[in-house]
T-cell receptor
């Protein structure tokens, strides 16, 4: 069945460092891909999405490109801030937002 | 923005007892809500789709008699873990779609409930 694999955390970075969180997927069809973020004490929030191959989702300085050839959707940010400290979840869906399949989540800690 | 309130945020119960978790959409109506479960260092797993006024749709492998879902109004879904056992200890998260949102609008998530069964 469909699945999502993302790098284990925690990822610890200094402020202004470059961030990459790897995400790969397996799917039978052509899924939509998502990154969700969970800040401490809050619910999951949609960070960005891409619905077809080569699409780039971007938001708040984060971006990810839907790579069909490598079945990947890696999350990147050029310069992280302390406020980016959170848990990031990669997810896919073959039918809109209904049946989201999540990765295990990657905790990011950014230090001043 | 749209808020989903989940209560309680954490609960400890004894083996054999039942626990109810509430999921409320505070400022929107939600015909459809979803319940997820997350084990430590593992993915969120969809347990069931909760539909207002009708029976929930459970994912394969989820015991419907153990995880009772009731969606009696457009703003409230409840998940009851019946006769809880230590293996039911987990993090339970609900999400909801805004009925008034655009087609294929994103889900809004609650903060989750940490259940510990002793």
């Amino acid at each position: 069945g469909d699945s999502v694999t993302q790098m284990e955390g925690p990822v610890t970075l200094s402020e202004e460092a470059f961030l990459t969180i790897n995400c790969t997927y397996t799917a039978t069809g052509y899924p939509s891909l998502f990154w969700y973020v969970q800040y401490p004490g809050e619910g999951l929030q949609l960070l960005l999405k891409a619905t077809k191959a080569d699409d780039k989702g971007s938001n708040k300085g984060f971006e990810a490109t839907y790579r069909k050839e490598t079945t990947s959707f890696h999350l990147e940010k050029g310069s992280v801030q302390v406020s980016d400290s959170a848990v990031y979840f990669c997810a896919l869906s073959e039918g809109g937002y209904n049946k989201l399949i999540f990765g295990a989540g990657t905790r990011l800690a950014v230090h001043p | 923005g749209a808020v989903v309130s989940q209560h309680p945020s954490w609960v400890i119960c004894k083996s054999g007892t039942s626990v109810k978790i509430e999921c409320r959409s505070l400022d929107f109506q939600a015909t459809t809500m979803f319940w997820y479960r997350q084990f430590p260092k593992q993915s969120l797993m969809l347990m069931a789709t909760s539909n207002e006024g009708s029976k929930a749709t459970y994912e394969q492998g989820v015991e419907k008699d153990k995880f009772l879902i009731n969606h009696a109004s457009l703003t409230l879904s409840t998940l009851t873990v019946t006769s809880a056992h230590p293996e039911d200890s987990s993090f339970y998260i609900c999400s909801a779609r805004d009925d008034g949102g655009v087609t294929n609008s994103p889900l809004h998530f609650g903060n989750g409930t940490r259940l510990t069964v002793t």
